[in-house]
């Protein structure tokens, strides 16, 4: 599958990464059809196995990055492409680019944040997020989620291109 799916995701993951960086949007015009042409494919090149690979890249997908976008501290735009990774790689594929995806966007927080001059904030406010976590108050920090006047906020995108391409050589 890695030759059918390297082509679109790099043309896809790319677009989004520049989108994302410069307008802070990843549009549904370039996400939904990678998203439903990777069900497509999947499904018409293997069969019944393919669809059933593609659909759970997908529901693993909105699994991982469905918690991020439910606590809002991730747009609906990342959630999107991520699902339509998943529905190209598969589950197994797609956990690997979860990791990957995952330290590259860490490592781009902490740049941004040393960047701006709020590492200190951003790490008393992680703090503050995993001690709600630890009592098991699984809603939105206010200073965390997207949208709010003192949120500090990096374009994933590239976060999650970096992931999936590295996920290709990994395998």
């Known amino acids: 599958m890695d030759s059918i799916a390297w082509w679109p995701s790099v043309g896809v993951l790319i677009a ?9 949007r990843i549009p549904n015009w370039l996400v939904v059809p990678f998203l439903v042409s990777g ?18 890249g997908l529901g693993l997908a909105c699994l991982l990055f469905g ?38 966007g860490g490592v781009l927080a902490v740049g941004y944040a040393l960047w701006r001059g709020s590492l200190g904030r951003c790490l008393d406010n992680t703090g503050d997020l995993l001690a709600q976590f630890g009592r098991l108050r699984l809603h939105p920090h206010e200073q965390i989620k997207l949208g709010a006047a003192t949120a500090l906020s990096i374009p994933y995108a590239p976060a999650i291109a970096i992931g999936t391409l590295f996920s290709f050589f990994a395998r």
């Open 67 to 104: 918690v991020p976008y439910l606590l809002k501290g991730m747009g609906m735009g990342d959630l999107k492409l991520a699902a339509g990774v998943g529905a190209w790689v598969g589950p197994g594929q797609l956990f690997m680019a979860f990791i990957v995806t995952s330290i590259v």
């Open 39 to 56: 069900l497509l494919v999947r499904s018409l090149t293997e069969g019944l196995s393919g669809a059933g690979s593609s659909f759970a």
């Open 16 to 24: 989004a990464s520049i989108l994302d960086v410069c307008t802070r």
